[in-house]
């Protein structure tokens, strides 16, 4: 009985590990498709992205190896927000300091300059969540060869918990079928 419930609750395990390896799968597989087939600068997830922090510029905020998640848009944008922009090929992630006609001036936290007017044009969107040294599991998550390692992992753990045991037939029965093959009257086994 005992054996019964650690089985079962293996098995749930295993096809719950399952479903997120393969959400995890879908979303390493659309993001490569939007950056390296689609050419986009960054991903976007239902008008949200993310990105992990390279600098210290916005310590003790944020700083290296934290994961932000941005809101894509320019809109309800104040001073006080912190926003990622566009200069040149760099994503950069800056505080609003002050809110013109025709963008915004930025600063870093841990700056002591301010940045040059930003256009809203460049204006990535805003961040809404700060997940604190997320940056580096994601970087080790996102690597194909733990992807792989973690693939193989399943499959030899659904392996192990498919097996389902001897089956006995009943006294009436001489063979029955089941998922894991055709069991005989004799006891032997038929695949």
């Not at 979303?27 to 997830?45: D, H, M, P, R």
């Not at 505080?95 to 936290?109: M, S």
């Not at 969107?125 to 992992?153: D, N, R």
């Amino acid at each position: 009985m005992k054996s019964e419930i650690v089985y079962r609750s293996m098995k749930v395990i295993s096809n719950i590990l399952f479903v997120i390896l393969g959400i995890v799968l879908v979303l390493c597989l659309y993001s490569f498709v939007s950056i390296k087939v689609l050419s986009n600068k960054y991903v976007n997830f239902f008008s949200y992205t993310f990105f992990q922090i390279g600098s210290n510029s916005m310590a003790p905020a944020i700083t290296t190896n934290d994961l932000i998640i941005v809101k894509l848009s320019d809109e309800n944008i104040k001073v006080g927000d912190i926003i990622t922009y566009e200069d040149g090929d760099t994503l950069i992630t800056h505080r609003v300091q002050q809110v013109t006609q025709t963008g915004y001036v930025t600063k870093g936290d841990a700056n002591m300059e301010q940045d040059k007017v930003i256009l809203k044009e460049q204006v990535v969107g805003k961040v809404v969540k700060i997940l604190p040294q997320f940056g580096v599991w994601f970087k080790v998550l996102s690597t194909p060869k733990i992807i792989a390692m973690i693939c193989v992992t399943l499959f030899l753990f659904s392996i192990a918990f498919a097996y389902t045991g001897k089956k006995h037939l009943p006294d009436n029965a001489d063979f029955a079928i089941y998922y894991s093959g055709i069991q005989m009257k004799n006891g032997g086994k038929d695949d």
